[in-house]
């Protein structure tokens, strides 16, 4: 990740939530557990095997989607990413005794695994500019395509949301391109969901 695309800001933006709300969705700048995990429901239908598998969590705050696959029964072989140094340490210290889940805040320690999650990372973009937080996010996309062997999913707030309640410091994507660009670049087997009671979409593709 480059910090031109006004990423040091947003660093700051999220240590100071973290700072102010600790390990709780709020820390990580969602309304209620309940939505996180409805996100995390859509997200995860990536993963079609019961067998063990690996996975990057990539914007992992302090790895509450580990905590939620752990909880559903997966066997996993966790890496969560953030660039948040306080969620990191954060994760490692409420997850010190598991060792199949483990954490860094640098991008160069990240190796290939079968999928990889990405959940509410391209939401805030601050005053960047909308099309160059755009080519950020598909630059983003592009690194976990090359990152994962069996599959990926992300989500995003959606242009369909109620204009009113809008925000200039959000980034609100037009699913049909995001599903585009995934069918042409990614997979054959793309879904778009968008059929769940937030103001975001979900895209799952399926090598």
Not at 16 to 36: C, H, M, V
Not at 132 to 151: P, Q, Y
Request: with cysteine; net charge negative.
């Amino acid at each position: 990740m480059k910090n031109d695309l006004g990423l040091t800001p947003i660093k700051e933006y999220f240590s100071n939530r973290f700072k102010t709300y600790g390990a709780t969705p709020q820390g990580l700048d969602w309304n209620s557990i309940e939505a996180q995990n409805i996100r995390f429901e859509q997200l995860v239908k990536v993963i079609s095997e019961s067998k063990e598998y690996s996975l990057i969590d990539y914007g992992c705050g302090f790895g509450s989607l580990y905590e939620f696959l752990q909880a559903h029964g997966h066997k996993l072989n966790y890496l969560g990413f953030d660039i948040v140094e306080e969620m990191i340490n954060e994760g490692r210290r409420l997850h010190i005794m598991n060792a199949n889940c483990k954490f860094t805040s640098k991008e160069e320690e990240l190796e290939s695994a079968d999928y990889v999650i990405e959940s509410g990372v391209f939401n805030l973009k601050l005053d960047t500019d909308e099309k160059v937080w755009e080519k950020h996010i598909l630059s983003t996309l592009d690194k976990m395509h090359a990152l994962s062997k069996k599959g990926m999913s992300f989500n995003l707030l959606t242009r369909y949301s109620d204009i009113e309640f809008m925000r200039s410091d959000l980034y609100y994507g037009d699913p049909c391109f995001f599903f585009d660009y995934c069918k042409r670049n990614y997979s054959r087997n793309v879904a778009l969901l968008h059929d769940y009671e937030l103001y975001d979409f979900t895209i799952i593709i399926r090598k």
